[in-house]
């Protein structure tokens, strides 16, 4: 068996770490670029959202280079995210693509000897030790590589010479795929981090501060997002995303399979709202640009893929959200046929907006 799994952002960071503990041979497929879309589209229904466009791109082209099995993980509530497993598998079955699925799923009600169990498939009898002590350093390289990218986000605004954040983190995006196991891959993001940290910074400067909301994979992934943060970053702008690969890890994997209480400060400050969970991250998205706002914050940008049924939902919600706390929205929806010059135009009108805000603030005082 030598398994391969659709790419998610950095998680592929964190999914290598875990196979590399557990001895699976394994495949990672290119990352996302212009020829997976493609293949996606000509594999995929004309309506299927943008991720699973690109999630079947990326199996084709592992199972290409000699992938037999796709490791994914499941999903519950009313988001398409739920179905992927049985979409991909039926939607690759069609296509003549004769490759296996194994889904590590956490719903609600699962036992923590079940959610092993699913993980024994892939370990050829590798005792539970094993697998937990993998599975517990697999969690804390999602949450260094979370930190590492957040660090970016800040070093990107205030770097003395543009362009410094972006050589040291694309340094690392090439290197990280060529160390082996969890060990040296957190030595390694060490040794990243204090590259980030020695930049040279502008003191004394104020950068705009932008929330980053939406449906996870649009907000995780920068080929999908045009590369949303670093963007923002060269415009000088420090961008902060509260849904994260570890958070979804540990909120909504971890804590539900051993039953710990989960931090929902989000349905807390959404509920005024949106008082309900609805599916995929709407919630999230009302409640954590509610936060962004008390905290000061410039502005929010939602993102999500066009006919995402939770975000279309918290769309129509952020007007209230945005005259309420009065806070400036943009909403960027991206599919296969959207254009990165329009979209950039849009982010730069948007940060113009956001600095004569701060202007106008500032002349009044």
Sequence with gaps: MKLTFPHLGNAYIAVKALLDELGVDYIIPPFNNKKALEIGIKNSPEFACLPLKINIGNIIQAYREGADTVLITGGCGPCRFGYYCEMEREILQDAGYDIGFI???APRGISLKEYFSQLLKITNGINIYKIAKAVKNTTEIAILVDQLEKLTFKMRSIEACRGDTDSVYRDFQQ???????????KKYISQ??????????????????VG???EIYTTIDSYTSFNLDARLGNMGVEVDRSVTVSNWVVEHMLKKVFHLPRDLKYAEAAKPYLGAMIGGHAQETIGNSIMYSQKGYDGIVQIYPLTCMPEIVAQSILPAVENDYGIPVLTLIIDEMTGEAGYLTRLEAFVDLLNKRREMAASDR
């Design 212 to 214: 980053i909301v939406g």
């Design 103 to 105: 889904t590590i799923d």
């Design 175 to 185: 290197e990280i795929r060529l160390i082996n196991g969890a060990q040296s891959i």
């Design 192 to 209: 990243t981090s204090q590259k980030l940290t020695n930049i040279r910074c502008n003191t004394g400067i104020k950068p705009l501060k």
